[in-house]
């Protein structure tokens, strides 16, 4: 991924494989949500704080391109570049790249929206703290 906003070094930690000896498919979801979150605390958003004040974001679209395991031991970087789809939708672009030679093992694209009270909500407190933080959201 080329200008990636965002970076995140993790290590799979054992209990995370199944009985192949792999990262069990799932726990790439774990990856990347934490990732997200880490990605806005950084910019200044605050997850807790949007949530008190009846503003949540939600996931409603995740689609994951498995291209090669992780294994027990592997120290990765989930990268990620923020985008947007229309008017309501936020574009997370996330790759997961084994550190060791930079291979990619996992390729994502989480949509989410706001929501205020259940209804949707523009995403401009979002788009103003990117801003501030210099990144320019582009259309995906």
Same mark, same amino acid.
């Given at each position: 991924?080329?200008?990636?906003?965002?970076?995140?070094?993790?290590?799979?930690?054992?209990?995370?494989?199944?009985?192949?000896?792999?990262?069990?498919?799932?726990?790439?979801?774990?990856?990347?949500?934490?990732?997200?979150?880490?990605?806005?605390?950084?910019?200044?958003?605050?997850?807790?704080?949007?949530?008190?004040?009846?503003?949540?974001?939600?996931?409603?679209?995740?689609?994951?391109?498995?291209?090669?395991?992780?294994?027990?031991?592997?120290?990765?970087?989930?990268?990620?570049?923020?985008?947007?789809? #229309? !008017?309501?939708?936020? $574009?997370?672009?996330?790759?997961?790249?084994?550190? @060791?030679? /930079?291979? =990619?093992?996992? &390729? #994502? !694209?989480?949509?989410? $929206?706001?929501?205020?009270?259940?209804?949707?909500? @523009?995403? /401009?407190? =979002?788009?103003? &703290?990117?801003?501030?933080?210099?990144?320019?959201?582009?259309?995906?």
């Amino acid at each position: 991924m080329k200008n990636h906003h965002f970076e995140l070094e993790m290590q799979v930690r054992d209990y995370e494989c199944d009985i192949q000896g792999i990262v069990n498919n799932a726990v790439y979801q774990n990856y990347l949500e934490h990732t997200r979150h880490k990605f806005l605390n950084h910019v200044g958003l605050d997850f807790a704080q949007l949530h008190e004040e009846g503003i949540d974001a939600v996931v409603i679209k995740a689609e994951l391109e498995y291209k090669f395991p992780l294994r027990p031991g592997d120290d990765f970087l989930v990268r990620l570049k923020i985008g947007k789809q #229309g !008017r309501l939708r936020i $574009v997370f672009l996330q790759e997961v790249i084994r550190k @060791s030679d /930079e291979k =990619l093992m996992v &390729k #994502g !694209r989480i949509t989410s $929206v706001l929501t205020k009270n259940g209804r949707p909500l @523009s995403p /401009e407190i =979002l788009e103003s &703290k990117f801003e501030e933080a210099g990144i320019a959201i582009e259309e995906v």
